[in-house]
């Protein structure tokens, strides 16, 4: 306990002690994980040498020749009361990788027994023990729900309780994937983490017994994009023309700055204009962000998904809004492949145009001719689909799991179509040779798909369309 409570050398101290071994004689349970490979391309290093680089950068945060790098984190945590419950959680968050059992579980008992045999408080046991069993919590709601409902946000503060624990997971979660991976840590990665710290603080300071009213949410929104609106020289009428055509639903989902961007694009268009593609290299979302306002048609979705795949880009979020009057507001945040930001204007320009072209005669998709990455052809990940209902809001959702390759996602959109699937909000996540994408969608009607005969199609359909050499159903 003392050498983590040192104001530098902790991460020095504790490598020296795992290249000699005491550490694995301290700490039993981590003998287990010493050299322990994980065999995928999303883990770089082995579980010892994850773990002490997580603790290496929780240290970071304390150096302040490095407070630029993440400033919000590296405020936090020079304001947390004890950080070395935070290098205790690290230590034990993946100490039972490879035993039977539920990791997250097993680490925290024996970070339990840690936490007893050297003397901490009750309240530091509980707040160390449930960091390592929730260690995965932050990534998973940011990654995989829609954090752009109030609900959600309402129902993952309820689970924090308190800013505290909030803090510390926020921290930790940030260590744990810029440890995982180089390559996984980018701007999109930060924002959405960013995003849910900043919305879950809210509800906190709001208090959990007073959830956001969606009324009194929409009308917030409301107000400051039209402020935004007026200073930028549009008008009250052209405003609320374009507002008519729109639903609750695309004021919960979008920002103000996005609304506003939205609305002046749209205002005074003729439909004759259209399709009407727009991109802007940054955005809150953390990549270059894609906004599509066109007529609707079911084949959107893979003639999108098609041109931006054969661009070479990584789609990691799409959000598609119907208007009453039959037309579509779809934006996309889109990274380069290798997770970086699109910078140059000749490239910008590329996606503009590539779009356009394709959003004319969106049932005549690209095909997709970009080779998979030789390195990916060697894993065969299984495909697996889940199927659950979003009753609060009226979707159903998709959970798909399965290899990456060329025109996924066109491939899934095309699934979608043939089975008369609209997807309404997408959460893409790629990471090393896995797919893990979660889909809200309805029926043509805009209805939940609860039919059973409905789903087991819409399985089968995309099973067929993901049945080749990157994976296995």
Known sequence: MEILRQPRGVTHDLRRMNRYGVLAAYLPAF???????????????????????VVRNL???????????????????????????????????????????????LGAADAQEFCRDHGLGAYDTR???????????????????????????HEFAATLGDHVHLDYLYLLTIADIRATNPGLWNSWRRALLQELHASTGRALRRGLENPVDKR???????????????????GEREIDG?????????????????????????????????????VRAQSTRGGTQIFL??????HLFAATTAALDQLGLTVTDARIVTTHGGRTLDTYVVLEADGGPIKQPYRLEE??????RALRTPESPIAVTRRAQRHLRHFAIPTAIGFSQDTRNGRTVV????????????????????CGVRVQNAKISTIGEQVNDVFFVTDTHNAPITDAGHLERLRDALHEALSDAGSAP
């Open 31 to 53: 003998s287990n994980v010493v050299g322990r490979m994980q065999y995928d391309l999303f883990h770089t290093y082995t579980v010892d040498e994850h773990t002490l680089f």
């Open 59 to 105: 240290r970071r945060l304390t150096v302040p020749e490095f407070a630029d790098e993440l400033p919000l984190c590296s405020r936090i945590m020079r304001d947390l009361p004890k950080p070395e419950l935070l290098y205790i959680a690290a230590l034990f968050h993946d100490i039972a990788k490879g035993r039977s059992g539920d990791h997250c579980e």
């Open 127 to 153: 707040l160390v023990c449930w960091l390592v069993r929730n260690h995965l919590l932050f990534s998973l709601t940011a990654q995989r729900r829609d954090i752009s409902d109030p609900q959600v946000i």
């Open 216 to 234: 009194e949410h929409i009308r917030e929104v409301q107000d400051e994009a039209r402020t935004a609106l007026r200073r930028r020289g549009v």
């Open 242 to 278: 374009v507002w008519r055509d729109l639903s609750d639903d695309y004021f919960l989902r979008y920002l103000p700055d996005e609304i506003a961007w939205h609305t002046e694009a749209i205002a005074g268009r003729r439909p004759d204009e259209l399709p009407l593609v727009l």
């Open 293 to 298: 306002h066109t007529p609707e048609s079911d």
């Open 351 to 356: 996606i503009r145009t590539t779009l356009a």
């Open 399 to 418: 959970e798909l799991l399965t290899g990456d390759r060329p025109g996924l996602l066109s491939r899934v959109g095309g699934a979608f179509r043939d």
